[in-house]
Nanobody, 120 residues
C-alpha cells in the first residue's frame, strides 16, 4: 500500500505565493507520472499540472507562467510552487502519483487534499 501526505496549503493574499508538497511512502517500486488537481466549491476537479518520470511538464492554461511543478525522485516527493496567486486559485488541491510495481502494474494514488485560499 502507498500513502500520500500533502502539506503547504493555507491562506494567502492575492499576489502571494505558496509551495505545496506531496510525499509518498509505502511499497513503491517506481513512480511514473505525478500531478496536481484542484477542486473549487461547486466545480469539477481539474488538472492543474503534471510531470512525467522524464521531467516533461504540462499545465492548465489558467496557471501557466505562475505555477511550477517539480519532483524529487530520491524522496518520492512532488512540489507545486504557486506564485502570483489569484482568488480564483482558491480550491482544495490534490496530489496524485502513478506508482508502478515490479511486475509492471500501475496504480493511481491520491493525497488527502490541502486547502488553498487566496483572499485579502
Amino acid at each position: 500500500q502507498v500513502h500520500l501526505v500533502e502539506s503547504g496549503g493555507g491562506l494567502v493574499q492575492p499576489g502571494g505565493s505558496l509551495r505545496l508538497s506531496c510525499a509518498a511512502s509505502g511499497s513503491i517500486f517506481s513512480i511514473n507520472d505525478m500531478g496536481w488537481y484542484r477542486q473549487a466549491p461547486g466545480k469539477q476537479r481539474e488538472l492543474v499540472a503534471a510531470i512525467t518520470s522524464g521531467g516533461s511538464t504540462n499545465y492548465a492554461d489558467s496557471v501557466k507562467g505562475r505555477f511550477t511543478i517539480s519532483r524529487d525522485n530520491a524522496k518520492n516527493t512532488e512540489y507545486l510552487q504557486m506564485n502570483s496567486l489569484k482568488p480564483e486559485d482558491t480550491a482544495v488541491y490534490y496530489c496524485t502519483f502513478v506508482v508502478a510495481t515490479s511486475e509492471g502494474y500501475e496504480y493511481d494514488y491520491w493525497g488527502q487534499g490541502t486547502q488553498v485560499t487566496v483572499s485579502s
